[in-house]
C-alpha cells in the first residue's frame, strides 16, 4: 500500500460547483497533514495545513479524520482560478514529507 | 524578491553529460531539499540538507549529488545523465526542517535529457 494516496481526477465541475477530496494516508504515526496547490507548470504551493479539529479558510474546508486515517479538503463555489493539482502531504514527525500524486482539478463556466 | 530561485530555469542536454542546477534562499531557513517531479507528476524528495548536513538521502543514484557551500544554497550536480533523469526539477526550503514545516519551493527547474 502506498504511503499516501489520491484519487489523481481529473474531477470535472462547473464553476460554483462544490467538490471534494479524499487523502488516504498509510502511517497511523503521522503528525502532520497539509494541502498544497499546484498549478501547470509551476511549483507546489501551501494551501492550508488541516488540524486535528478541522479548520476552514474561506471557501476551502480541510478535515482529519484519524480513526480511518484521511483527510479531506471541500471547496465550496468553484472559480476558474481553482482549476489546479492539490497534493495530499503527510508528516510522521521526521524529516521527510510524504507527498501524494496529486488529485486534478478542472473548473469549467 | 524571489524567495527560493533555481537555475536554470530549462536544461536541455545530451546522455552522458555532467550538469548542475543552482538553488538559493533568501527565508533565513535552515533546511533545503531537492525534489524531482517525473512526467506523472508525482513528486519524491531526493535530498535534504539542515546546516550544511544531510539528514536523508532517499535512494537515488549516486550519480546526483547535493552540494551545499552555505545555508542559502543547495545546488545539485548530476553525472552521466541518462534519458531517465528527464523530470522537472524542484528545490524547496523550509524553516527548521521537520515535516511540519511549510515547504517553500522554487520555480523549478525543467530537464530533458536527449
Known amino acids: 500500500r502506498k504511503e499516501v494516496e489520491q484519487d489523481p481526477g481529473p474531477f470535472n465541475v462547473p464553476e460554483g460547483a462544490t467538490v471534494a477530496f479524499n487523502c488516504t494516508y498509510s502511517n497511523s504515526a503521522s503528525q502532520s497533514f497539509f494541502w498544497y496547490r499546484q498549478d501547470c507548470r509551476k511549483e507546489p504551493k501551501l494551501l492550508m495545513s488541516?488540524?486535528?479539529s478541522g479548520n476552514e479558510d474561506g471557501r476551502f474546508t480541510a478535515q482529519l479524520n484519524r480513526a480511518s486515517q484521511y483527510i479531506s479538503l471541500l471547496i465550496r463555489d468553484s472559480k476558474l482560478s481553482d482549476s489546479a493539482t492539490y497534493l495530499c502531504?503527510?508528516?510522521?514527525?521526521?524529516?521527510?514529507?510524504?507527498f501524494g500524486r496529486g488529485t486534478s482539478l478542472i473548473v469549467h463556466p | 524578491d524571489t524567495a527560493v530561485s533555481q537555475t536554470p530555469k530549462y536544461l536541455v542536454t545530451q546522455m552522458g553529460n555532467d550538469k548542475s542546477i543552482k538553488c538559493e534562499q533568501n527565508l533565513g531557513h535552515d533546511t533545503m531539499y531537492w525534489y524531482k517531479q517525473d512526467s506523472k507528476k508525482f513528486l519524491k524528495i531526493m535530498f535534504s540538507?539542515?546546516?550544511?548536513?544531510?539528514?536523508i538521502n532517499e535512494t537515488v543514484p549516486n550519480r546526483f549529488s547535493p552540494k551545499s557551500p552555505d545555508k542559502a544554497h543547495l545546488n545539485l550536480h548530476i553525472n552521466s545523465l541518462e534519458l531517465g533523469d528527464s523530470a522537472v526539477y524542484f528545490c524547496a526550503s523550509s524553516q527548521e526542517g521537520l515535516d511540519t514545516d511549510t515547504q517553500y519551493f522554487g520555480p523549478g527547474t525543467r530537464l530533458t535529457v536527449l
Open positions: 502531504v503527510v508528516g510522521g514527525g521526521s524529516y521527510i514529507p510524504t
Open positions: 540538507y539542515n546546516n550544511k548536513e544531510l539528514i
Open positions: 488541516v488540524y486535528s
